[in-house]
C-alpha cells in the first residue's frame, strides 16, 4: 500500500518544489503545522488588483505534503481568493 502513496509521480514532484526563495515584500503570510504529522508549510503571496503574482513556500514535510506544495506553486500565480477557495472547497470534499 505505501508503495500506492508514494508512487513515481508523487516523489517526482516532491523533489523538484519550487517558489522556495522568501519574498521581500509579501502583502501576506501564513504559517501552518499539521498535528497529525508535524508538517509545517510557511506561504507569503503578493497580491494586486486581487490576484496573486507571487508566491513563496517553506515546506518541512513528508513527501506527500511537498507534492502537494509542489503542485500548489505550479498552479497559484494568477488566481483570485474565490478561486483558492473554491478548490480548497472540492479538496475538503
Known sequence: MIDDIYNTDVLRLAAHISRIHPLPCANAEV??????????IGVQVCIR??????YAQDVKA??????AASVMAAQVIGEDGLEIARVRG???A
Open 49 to 54: 488588483d486581487g490576484r496573486i503574482t507571487d
Open 90 to 92: 472540492e479538496m475538503e
Open 31 to 40: 504559517q501552518l503545522r499539521s498535528p497529525l504529522c508535524g508538517s509545517t
Open 62 to 67: 513528508c513527501a506527500l505534503g511537498q507534492a
